[in-house]
């Protein structure tokens, strides 16, 4: 067993407790953090189901945790909140910090195969690493029942993690996600330079192009997007995943939100229906 990850803070919230960890990362090679919502526990040895979520371009594991006011929903559905931070940290990379959507704060939740930056696998922390710390240090977690929700680039992430792990997640949904990203700046700057120029292999991190080879789902995706998100028609891209969707049977909601931006107020005005979302799911596993 590794060691354990140890606690660097704590907030009572709502009877329960947002508590932030710090370990090293095997996969990444460096220090990471990670947040965790605990409800309230009804029972000594109730188990709790994990809703992961991952963050946006620039953001650390706290954003969510002290924006969102998911814990309110969270506690009502017996569901624990987990926020992963968005890259590795203090490699010191030449440039790792140049821009804020790429490098540190951008690591796009894919693994990195140019040599570079080879220590970017966010796909394989959030996947793989992560999910064993939380089963070998936290007993009242229950891994085995998951699921997976983000935000812009972490909307990109909860997307093709759940596309390529039906069999890991009950359930996804997202807010303004990057659906197409080897059709946008952002994605096209990520990929490029984290996957190289050989463009077959960006198309195992984009959304829109996963969902062509998918099939029984078992519950519908969810994605909220507002209507006046500043990156909605160059960036974001909902409605090629939409077209996808539909040519794939895919079960889609798309809720296209009228006077939305692409900020934690958005958010927080529709994170609990996402959260009653995931808690369908995961009591019907």
Same mark, same amino acid.
């Given at each position: ?14 009877? *329960? ?58 506690? *009502? ?17 030449? *440039? ?6 790429? *490098? ?11 040599? $570079? ?46 596309? $390529?792990?039906?069999?890991?997640? $009950? ?115």
């Amino acid at each position: 067993m590794e060691e354990k990850p140890t606690e660097i803070s704590s907030s009572k919230m709502f009877g *329960g407790y947002n508590r932030r960890y710090r370990h090293f990362s095997t996969t990444l090679g460096c220090s990471m953090t990670f947040t965790v919502y605990f409800p309230p526990p009804s029972s000594p040895s109730q188990k709790f189901p994990i809703l992961y979520w991952l963050s946006g371009l620039s953001c650390t594991d706290e954003n969510f945790i002290m924006k969102s006011g998911a814990q309110r929903a969270a506690l *009502g559905e017996g569901i624990a909140l987990v926020a992963p931070d968005t890259s590795p940290r203090g490699l010191n990379i030449e *440039g790792e910090a140049d821009s804020w959507d790429f *490098g540190v704060g951008a690591g796009f939740y894919l693994n990195a195969t140019e040599e $570079k930056w080879k220590n970017w696998r966010m796909y394989d922390y959030v996947v793989k690493e992560l999910p064993k710390v939380l089963s070998e240090n936290f007993e009242q977690l229950d891994t085995s029942r998951a699921s997976i929700s983000g935000h812009s680039m972490g909307g990109h992430g909860a997307l093709t993690i759940y596309l $390529k792990n039906l069999e890991k997640y $009950k359930a996804v949904s997202a807010f303004a996600p990057i659906t197409n990203p080897t059709n946008c700046p952002w994605g096209q700057k990520a990929f490029s330079n984290y996957l190289g120029s050989d463009k077959s292999d960006w198309q195992e991190y984009d959304a829109t192009l996963l969902i062509e080879k998918c099939s029984k789902f078992s519950t519908p995706i969810l994605i909220d997007q507002g209507e006046d998100d500043k990156f909605l028609h160059d960036q974001l891209l909902p409605h090629n995943f939409e077209d996808a969707c539909k040519g794939a049977n895919a079960p889609l909601m798309l809720r296209m939100q009228p006077g939305y931006d692409h900020s934690y107020y958005f958010i927080s005005t529709f994170i609990d229906d996402h959260i009653h979302h995931h808690a369908k799911a995961l009591k019907c596993a």
